[in-house]
């Protein structure tokens, strides 16, 4: 897991303030490595406040090096966070920027951990995000870009097409407007044109019907109107020639009666109730192993 997914799990966890069970099993320890020594902290008063007012060593504390003790300590004091953005600690100013003024965050985007980078995309207006695109569309963290990715409106998502990294791609193709979704019809990767095939409209998705995955073709057999699914029948993927089989008009399934695979010809003989059985006799060639 990464940083950045790691901070998502911690945001999900700590959505409510409750007690962490798994903090029992985890010794408090300074951030550096040292031993937390609240004698010299610089908010050493809070520990004479009642519980969720100051602070409690081992469930809550800015210098504790587990993050979720530290967004213990942040939202229970988010006045503090504006002074943390500087940390030393990139888990410190990657929580500080979740409670700290937005209008402190734009400098935070060349912050050297992605982490920091990450939270700050989250909580930017998006006119800021807008005006800080050219800089965003190159950071070198996909996990930062994937965040631009799903907040922009879709109509923004332009400069993120040819991202290197085909998660951002994928995202972008989930939710790019139609008209500009053929620009990705030909992705290299198998997972970006999948979902762009499950979007396209025709006439622009039969041009996938000759996808070299059959798994994209089969997106495109789900979706293609039925006046044109006879074209394939004759496709290499049994997967293809099954969904073929549960929607082209009855009169088109006579071919896949006899198909090599069987599941393809049971799935025509039920569409066929009145068809002769298939002749007994050894399989031809599979296409493509079930399972």
Not at 125 to 138: D, E, G, H, K, V
Request: proline letters at 10%; one cysteine or more; glycine letters at 4%.
């Amino acid at each position: 897991m990464s940083k950045a997914q790691a901070h998502d799990a911690h945001d999900a966890h700590d959505a409510h303030d409750g007690a962490d069970l798994a903090d029992v099993d985890i010794p408090p320890q300074h951030w550096s490595g040292a031993a937390l020594d609240c004698s010299t902290c610089e908010q050493r008063a809070l520990l004479q406040r009642p519980p969720r007012q100051g602070c409690q060593p081992g469930h809550a504390c800015l210098h504790d090096a587990y993050a979720r003790r530290i967004s213990r300590f942040l939202s229970w004091h988010p006045g503090l966070a504006d002074a943390q953005l500087q940390h030393p600690y990139f888990e410190v100013r990657a929580i500080a920027v979740r409670h700290a003024s937005v209008f402190r965050l734009p400098a935070l985007l060349r912050d050297p951990d992605e982490t920091v980078r990450m939270q700050v995309v989250q909580r930017l207006p998006i006119a800021q995000l807008l005006a800080q695109l050219p800089m965003l569309a190159q950071d070198p963290h996909r996990e930062v870009r994937l965040r631009v990715a799903q907040r922009l409106d879709p109509a923004q998502l332009g400069p993120l097409l040819r991202d290197p990294d085909y998660g951002v791609r994928e995202c972008v193709a989930a939710r790019l407007p139609l008209p500009l979704l053929s620009a990705l019809a030909h992705d290299p990767d198998r997972a970006v044109r999948l979902r762009v095939a499950q979007r396209l409209e025709m006439p622009a998705l039969w041009a996938l019907a000759a996808d070299p995955e059959g798994e994209v073709r089969r997106a495109v057999a789900q979706r293609l109107p039925t006046a044109l699914l006879p074209r394939l029948l004759g496709d290499p993927d049994w997967r293809v020639r099954w969904e073929v089989a549960q929607r082209a008009a009855p009169a088109a399934l006579a071919p896949l009666l006899n198909d090599d695979d069987p599941e393809v010809c049971a799935a025509a003989r039920r569409r066929l109730p009145l068809a002769p059985a298939p002749q007994a006799g050894p399989s031809t060639h599979r296409s493509n192993a079930h399972g």
